[in-house]
């Protein structure tokens, strides 16, 4: 008999049904609410290829780097988290983006069987990193403030948890931000069931509106809080980060080793001026926040029109994203080619679904068009919804 191509780890990794879409809807004529990416008019260009002629005045920039990553961009980066929470932000390692932070930290921690807990709908990144692991991944719902932890307690008496993952702002594809009350509350469960928290924070800094809250890592030492430069300097630098505990950065270097030996120095240069550069990294993220605001009112109010109360929305107040749950029982997985065919496109809630049925919702990203782009694309999409 022929063997099965593949191991028993990957075969048990979901694909990643966004960046399947993103070829089907990738034509001309569509507007595309589907993606996740940054607005492209908005990065920094200019300032980027400065930072990288004053990086490639030093030979470092070409070499080999030590595992943790390039030491000016470790100690920017200390400094702004320790400045986030209010305490030191423990040891810090770069990696290959934030996904790699989260894949290589489910390495680290995970064993087949595992239990994980993580918001349903589910980040799929997050969902495809703890698969490669063969861990039990377990959906806790949301509401408007994030994560259900009320829920939890009665799940850590009966399992033994190892993770819990939370995209704690602007919540990816959910929307909500954890309230301050339910950061209390998991920093308290982590410190009394010894699981630990992965803290997924990409778009902590684009907000809008509302007042910030602390990071849940402000609250216990049991939070590995994970970030990058993606969204608010460039995607393709490939520049993520996690700090917390010490032991647990040791185990990931390890295994950083084994995955890359080290990440660019050239990339983790540029971006350690850049993020060292406060006056200009404020107007650049000032600029992204007003043009990410104009956009998500646009989007929320023409959905909020076409649909009324048919279709219950997330209340945008930063990020990339809004959430949305059809009350009449519309299934958005079944209109999905329609609304292609009508020249808009969306991911259908069921490609973040956990345990929950999500064949009613669908995510909506409001960084890459105009207003009036936005508003076309509402048009159009009542036309399929």
């Given at each position: 008999m022929p063997q099965e191509t593949g191991s028993q780890s990957v075969r048990a990794v979901r694909g990643s049904a966004i960046?399947?879409?993103l070829s089907v809807v990738d034509r001309p004529g569509v507007l595309s609410l589907a993606g996740g990416l940054p607005a492209p008019e908005l990065l920094p260009t200019e300032r980027v290829a400065r930072a990288a002629q004053a990086a490639l005045t030093a030979p470092a920039a070409l070499q080999y780097g030590v595992t943790p990553g390039v030491v000016a961009l470790r100690e920017v980066v200390h400094a702004r988290e320790t400045a986030k929470l209010g305490r030191d932000?423990?040891?810090v390692?770069?990696?290959?983006?934030?996904?790699?932070?989260?894949?290589?930290?489910?390495?680290?921690?995970?064993?087949?069987?595992?239990?994980?807990?993580?918001?349903?709908?589910?980040?799929?990144?997050?969902?495809?990193?703890?698969?490669?692991?063969?861990?039990?991944?377990?959906?806790?719902?949301?509401?408007?403030?994030?994560?259900?932890?009320?829920?939890?307690?009665?799940?850590?008496?009966?399992?033994?948890?190892?993770?819990?993952?939370?995209?704690?702002?602007f919540h990816n594809p959910g929307g909500a931000t954890l309230s301050e009350e339910r950061r209390r509350e998991l920093a308290c469960l982590a410190d009394e069931f010894g699981f630990w928290i992965i803290e997924d924070d990409p778009y902590g800094e684009l907000r809008f509106a509302g007042s910030t809250v602390p990071p849940v890592a402000a609250f216990s030492d049991r939070v590995l809080r994970l970030s990058s430069a993606s969204k608010i300097v460039a995607p393709s630098l490939r520049v993520?980060?996690?700090?917390g505990d010490p032991a647990v950065l040791a185990l990931v270097e390890r295994l950083k080793q084994g995955a890359d030996l080290c990440g660019s120095s050239l990339t983790q240069s540029i971006a350690a001026e850049l993020l060292a550069d406060q006056p200009w990294l404020d107007g650049h993220v000032g600029r992204i926040r007003a043009a990410y605001a104009e956009r998500a009112l646009a989007l929320h109010a023409a959905l909020r029109e076409t649909f009324?109360?048919?279709?219950?929305?997330?209340?945008?107040?930063?990020?990339?994203?809004?959430w949305g749950e059809f009350t009449d029982g519309t299934q958005t997985s079944a209109r999905l080619t329609e609304a292609v065919d009508a020249g808009v496109a969306y991911v259908p809630g069921a490609a973040?679904?956990?345990?929950?049925?999500?064949?009613?919702?669908?995510?909506?990203?409001?960084?890459t068009g105009s207003p009036e782009q936005l508003r076309e694309a509402v048009r159009r999409l009542a036309t399929v919804l």
């Open positions: 960046r399947d879409l932000a423990g040891a390692l770069v990696t290959h983006g934030s996904q790699q932070a989260l894949s290589l930290l489910a390495q680290a921690l995970l064993d087949p069987g595992d239990v994980v807990l993580v918001e349903d709908p589910g980040y799929i990144g997050a969902l495809q990193a703890f698969d490669t692991t063969r861990a039990r991944v377990v959906g806790v719902p949301m509401d408007h403030d994030g994560m259900r932890v009320d829920e939890l307690r009665s799940i850590l008496e009966r399992e033994r948890v190892r993770i819990v993952h939370t995209v704690s702002n993520g980060w996690m700090h009324g109360d048919r279709l219950r929305l997330t209340a945008p107040e930063g990020g990339m994203f809004l973040f679904a956990v345990q929950r049925d999500l064949g009613h919702a669908l995510r909506v990203c409001f960084t």
